[in-house]
């Protein structure tokens, strides 16, 4: 799993582990973009800002994205219009708008070389039933006042049968967007701490506690900015949302590049853009999208990606492979706002539906308009504490339904037969004795098994062959091959089990 973002940026500032206790004005948990933005605005408006991470900077989600920067969030504003009417989705269209404004005058403002670029963006179809609905969305947003076309050509290297066209959306390196973030927060003397994970957040009268291994920070503000959120309650964002794993290749195709950013709209994805690689271009080509956790054969994922660029540069060289996940909102909209009407002072920004450059900057906004005491004029569409009845009740149907499945009651045991039968550098949860235990094989014939129960609310895991990890189908928390967590909403590792290998 190699990002060619992460690979990208070499002379990255690096940040040390909290040490010590301290206070702040507030606190963010989360140094992805989200949290950086946040980090970068209130520093600059002169709030006292400590942000941390588990990992370092842009590690997950954002290290990971394709970096679209777009209000074109596939086909959403008819969904919107008929489920909220025009006020709301123009709302949700403004608000993506000005995100990509906002963003350009970060960029220009700090003097970040991000490789930010001006490119149309495209919703395309090759299939004839689709061309209708495209058309529709269309005259949605042209009504929401957006200057969108149809448009039945392109510069994508096979025919399409027509394409809603957003014009001057952009793009850019993500990582190197973050790194100038986090530069121009440091700068502001806003503090950053990487390798340190948060384990517990208690409210202790006007301020908040937030608990690491060895230190705790006390602040008046508390954001959430780690993609999932950890907390269960109150909130209940558990029952909100899903994740959804994609997967992203980096193609040198020689210098056959066109311009535009691509994405059609229904199953099979395939999502395009081209970055830049050293002195040349090189094409991102996304898709092969699937709920994280699902019991599906993964081991094509790539291929389907990789075919599909094959067959019209039969010479390219794919040069990254990696995958990311997403939180996936019943609703289609992200979370943004207070955490939960229960805690004030308390703010999240999550469920950005694979969107999350404009969302991120969109969130960031309303968030840091709330803390400086300001009304933010879109925040009313993306409410966090919101409840409209839930359009998508089929997937909530399903998650209901699987989290109901794969709860396990407890316990499990050390197995002592049946290990021979796994095969080498794969996973499998062997049941023995009615009890469950997940068990990875290594090349060599290692073994390392783990209690398979997802330490978030105690979904059984699913094996992923091709990171080796073990996925949560509940709500995507993702573990290592040797228990660690490596996603949330989850927090703890999973327990680690002994093998008697003696049978
Ligand atoms: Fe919620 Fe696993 S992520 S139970």
Redesign the pocket.
């Known amino acids: 799993m190699s990002s060619y973002w992460l690979n990208s940026v070499k002379d990255k500032p690096s940040f040390t582990t909290l040490n010590k206790n301290i206070s702040t004005d507030v606190c963010i948990v989360g140094a992805g973009i989200f949290g950086l933005t946040c980090g970068y605005y209130l520093s600059k408006q002169g709030f006292k800002v400590v942000i941390l991470d588990k990992n370092d900077i842009c590690q997950k989600v954002s290290g990971h994205t394709t970096a679209k920067i777009t209000s074109q969030h596939n086909l959403i504003y008819k969904y919107l219009v008929d489920s909220l009417g025009i006020k709301y989705a123009k709302q949700y269209l403004d608000a993506n708008q000005e995100a990509i404004s906002n963003i350009k005058n970060i960029i220009d403002n700090e003097n970040i070389d991000c490789d930010f670029e001006i490119q149309d963006s495209y919703i395309y179809t090759t299939n004839e039933n689709e061309v209708n609905e495209i058309q529709l969305e269309n005259k949605t947003v042209n009504t929401l006042g957006l200057n969108s076309e149809f448009v039945t050509t392109s510069a994508l290297p096979f025919k399409i049968k027509g394409a809603i066209k957003f014009p001057n959306q952009a793009q850019f390196n993500p990582l190197k967007y973050a790194v100038g973030l986090a530069n121009a927060i440091t700068k502001n003397s806003g503090e950053i701490y990487t390798n340190t994970a948060v384990y517990d957040i208690k409210k202790n009268g006007h301020e908040f506690l937030t608990h690491t291994q060895d230190n705790c920070i006390s602040s008046k503000y508390i954001i959430l900015a780690s993609h999932y959120p950890f907390i269960n309650a109150p909130g209940y964002y ?1 029952l909100k949302m899903y994740q959804s794993t994609s997967y992203l290749i980096a193609v040198d195709i020689g210098d056959k590049t066109f311009n535009g950013m691509y994405i059609n709209p229904q199953s099979p994805i395939f999502s395009y853009r081209f970055a830049n690689y050293n002195d040349k271009k090189v094409l991102l080509v996304g898709g092969a999208d699937h709920k994280t956790g699902s019991k599906i054969d993964l081991s094509n994922a790539y291929s389907i990606l990789e075919n599909e660029v094959k067959k019209f540069y039969p010479k390219s060289t794919v040069l990254y492979r990696w995958n990311t996940q997403d939180c996936i909102t019943l609703d289609k909209i992200p979370y943004i706002g207070e955490f939960s009407n229960l805690m004030s002072n308390m703010y999240i920004g999550t469920g950005f539906n694979k969107w999350g450059m404009t969302s991120s900057n969109v969130a960031a906004n309303i968030i840091v308009d709330n803390i400086s005491g300001k009304t933010n004029k879109f925040e009313d569409v993306f409410k966090s504490t919101r409840f409209h009845p839930i359009k998508n009740s089929e997937e909530f149907g399903n998650m209901i339904k699987e ?1 109901t499945n794969s709860l396990i009651i407890n316990k499990f045991k050390v197995p002592q037969q049946r290990l021979k039968s796994i095969q080498h550098d794969s996973g499998v949860v062997l049941e023995i004795d009615n009890e469950k235990i997940g068990i990875y094989k290594d090349k060599d014939g290692k073994l390392f098994a783990v209690k398979p129960i ?1 330490t ?4 059984l895991l699913s094996w992923n062959n091709i990171d080796k990890t073990w996925d ?1 189908p ?4 993702r573990f290592d091959y040797m228990g660690k967590n490596l996603y949330n ?2 927090i703890k590792d999973l327990e680690i089990i002994e093998i008697d290998c003696t049978n």
Not at 456 to 459: A, E, F, K, P
């Open positions: 558990f989290t997802c978030h609310l105690g979904c949560c509940c709500h995507g928390s909403p989850a």
